[in-house]
């Protein structure tokens, strides 16, 4: 141990889309916070390239496949890695992981202040109870703790926040929030969301997804100027992220004290008191160790990182890992089931097209098993669908035959629209799919890593054979052409709605974390990202796990304050 | 009118609370070239002014080559885009050395084929226009012939490397994406039911 460092009144571990929250909300509520980040700072102004057109990239956005191909190849499969947005994506030769050789999957990491809240995708949807019931009418996994009332405001809060524009349905499922305007449909989608809701009678509803990139300022942060690639960063803070939002907010206080190029590995605990007294770090600097403490600890590491944190940090009272006397830590690992879907030619509007790039597209809310479950569908559950409308450019014909002018001509020209529909899958939370320790394999600082065992089950696999099913059956009633059915589900993991490993629960016999994020053996130490998930949904995940850690945060205070902790 | 010095101000720190306002496109751009450039002196290996990958004639090759499958017309051309630099940049640095090998082994090809043009014994580069036309249109026809039978590794062929390069590296580039595609990359708005 190179040093015991000087105390403070909370410590995060993580700088993501959760540890921001939790650094904005402990902060601002008054307590001296250590945020603990793995990678290194980031300064917009240095690191983001959203604005470096295609032809100063040196591959033309093709990627340094030499060097993807040696320290990348895990991190190259998600949809946000590109040949400049690579730098916020791990390196995965430094940060190993197994698998059983016959279930691959896909840990998506970041490592930067920021995490992966600099590429995220930013579509944000509410839960409601019919997804914080689902586990308890199943008899499937645990009851969740808390319901909708408990996380509405919260969602109000964060919302208001973020800054979220989109369009309010009232649906009882997805319930709406504050919302700047939405942006805009395009033509196509406009006409095909018209013959959607005429054909299934409104039982079916097609909208502009609600995205957490603005359509109007908030302070500090100017409205979208559709440039396109939010994936390497966004100057004008259109979109949420730490890094341009809670992280700041924190700062103003003057009580936040943020530590990049620290890993953390180890949550302290003291059997005496049964609290957790800090956090054990690798400077990755100096490759030298350090202890912090303080009274409350949050992980906000990512569901993976906080589940290893828990397991790497055993003691005689906890031989299992931290918290872990149920042995939930690491069961339950979900991930949503995607590329489920369906696309076709639109024919018509050959003399429209779109002038700007919007980061963002269609959203079809979930409109299966609605009632809960009793219809007569094969699976529980359900899904939703995201996609959009454009007309096809030069980029899916380089391969066409022909050249010369009449061959630069057709290139040029572009072709009919097409429509997608793409599906995200509600997976169910299965002990069987967990993350344990890995016996021998470290990371590059000597840290005992992970073995990654995650499958999909046949409700999955029901789920994503209806999702391919009716996407096409929707184009085919809105008068798509030539539809082209997706066949191949997604490598769990690849969603990067990883969630679970540490799931909310009313019972510690059966759960890690109690209503409040908070362990049930531990009631100092707070785990609020998505390894809190007790069960999927189909939305994406991380405006829960947002309000969530607000949450926590406050209840975290309050306890402090009343002197529980 | 924001000014520059508050635009560097607000867009500089973390830290920085203020209103980031509404930037025209330029400054915009800047902004991200500024990051690019900094980004890009941490890395090594700046791009060269000669090929690295081609020999003189072949870049030559290369050159003509390419501006006859996206010649100048009325709008700029495969030279004018500087394409053959950009296939050098991919044969160079993405490329294994096999797949570099097979290239440069096809612009041979290209040569002979050229040399036994009936009324022609000039290599490619020399030959008239209309006798590289007749050559790559003949490759340009295998190659649909092999696609069409559904030969392994057609894409592989060192002419659909090529073509491909081409096109990719011509629709990407300055001229190909501002006067071509007259694309706006920043338009500062969207507008989903625009004239075509």
Redesign the interface.
Known sequence: MQSIERDYDAIVVGSGITGGWAAKELCERGLRTLVLEAGRD?????????????????????G???EVEARQQVQRRSVSFDE?SH?FWTDDVDNPYSTPSDKPFDWLRARQVGGKSIIWGRQVYRWSDLDFEANLRDGIGVDWPIRYADIAPWYDHVERFIGVSGEALALPHLPDGPYQPP?????V??AVRDRLHGHFDSARRMTIGRVAVLTE?L?????C????PCQR?C???SYFSS??AS???A??TGRLTLRPHSIAHTVVYDAKSGRASGVRIIDTRTRTEHEFRSRVVFLCASALESVRILLNSGSPSFPDGLANGSGAVGLGIMDHIKQGGASGVIPGW?????????PNGILIPRFRNLDGGSSAQAFIRGYQFQGGAGRV???GR??D?????P???R??E?GPWVMSLAGFGEALPRDENRAALHAELRDAWGIPTLHIDVAWSPNELAIYRDMTESAAEMLEAVGAKDIVRRTRPSVPGNANHEMGGARMGRDRRTSVLNGWNQAHEVPNLFVTDGACMTSSACQNPSLTYMALTARAAAHAVDALNRREL | MTSRREMLRALGGIAALEFVGAFGVEELIAVGRRAHALADLRRSGAPGTSPRALTPAQHEMVVQAAERIIPRTDTPGATDAAVADFIDIMLADWYSPGERERFTTGLSELDARARSLAGGGRSFAQSTERQQIAVLETLDGELQVRRQSGAAGANDHWFATLKHLTVWGYYTSRPGIVEELRVELIPGRYDGNAKY
């Not at chain 1, 302070?219 to 409205?223: C, L, M």
Request: charged residues 25%; proline residues 10%.
């Open positions: 980031i300064d917009p102004q240095r690191d983001y390239t959203e604005h470096v057109p295609p032809w100063e990239m040196r591959f033309r956005g093709l340094n496949r030499r400049l730098v942006m805009e449909l395009n033509c989608e406009a300022p302070p500090g942060r100017a409205p100027h559709y440039c396109g960063g100057v004008t803070r890094v341009t992280l700041p907010a700062r103003a050959e003399d429209r097209t779109t002038i700007g790039s919007r450019g030069w980029h380089t391969r035959p022909g050249l010369g002018a061959f630069k001509a290139l040029t572009l």
